[in-house]
């Protein structure tokens, strides 16, 4: 059992440059989520998904954009890089939108030069 | 939306002693309060949750208390140990919808 896995750990990217975190979970959890985690600021909520085909915007959308086509898979792409989202981004996912543990994928470290 | 804040940023104690973590939270609807862990360079894990419906639960050296009148819950970790060095997070999960926000974050360190 894999658990919730990102891909990549590590990735730097040149400004104005696109990319896709993929995120995919095989335990059939309803919930899907992305943070992202700078010093001092705690875990800020940038999309989320109840379902598959259903997504809604978190506290700091802007520049992402996220689809679940599937129960398993969630990805967060960066459409236009900037230095303002170097960051360490998490992607989470949860049982349902109940009183269930989320559950975190081990992180991806991403550099805007 | 909810916000939640979360004291003190950093918490220095010795092996043995108690520690406390407080959180507060905006929105009363919030009907779920979970507690993570962060280990250097690693992911949050859960180490304890509680419902609204529930004033406090316990875990060996952790437990968690919730007064939903003045919107505060907190995490006591007794008999401190090296281990137990980390950044911990606290959360709420709003009524009305699915969003879970967590708090800054507390830097426990724990000195043999």
């Known amino acids: 059992n894999a658990g919730v896995t990102q891909t990549p750990k590590f990735q730097v990217l040149k400004t104005g440059q696109s990319m896709t975190l993929q995120c995919a979970q095989d335990?059939?959890?309803?919930?899907m989520s992305w943070y992202r985690q700078d010093p001092g600021m705690g875990l800020r909520l940038i999309h989320y998904s109840v379902g598959a085909g259903i997504t809604d915007q978190g506290e700091v959308p802007n520049g992402y954009n996220v689809s679940r086509s599937t129960t398993e898979d969630f990805p967060l792409r960066l459409l236009s890089a900037a230095p303002s989202q170097t960051s360490v981004y998490f992607c989470a996912s949860s049982y349902s939108t109940d009183y269930t543990e989320a559950f975190f994928g081990q992180g991806t470290r991403l550099t805007v030069v | 939306g909810e916000n939640v804040e979360q004291h003190p940023s950093t918490l220095s104690v010795q092996e043995g002693d108690s520690a406390v973590i407080k959180c507060t939270y905006s929105d009363s609807a919030s009907n779920y309060f979970p507690w993570y862990k962060q280990e250097l360079g690693k992911r949050p894990q859960l180490i304890i949750d509680i419902r609204s419906n529930v004033g406090e639960k316990k875990d060996q050296r952790i437990a968690v208390t919730l007064n939903k009148t003045a919107k505060h819950f907190s995490l006591h970790i007794t008999e401190t140990q090296p281990e137990d060095s980390a950044v911990y997070f606290c959360?709420?999960?709003?009524?009305?919808?699915?969003?879970?926000?967590f708090g800054k974050g507390t830097l426990l360190t724990v000195n043999p």
């Open positions: 335990m059939n959890h309803e919930y």
């Open positions: 959360a709420a999960r709003g009524g009305s919808n699915y969003k879970l926000t």
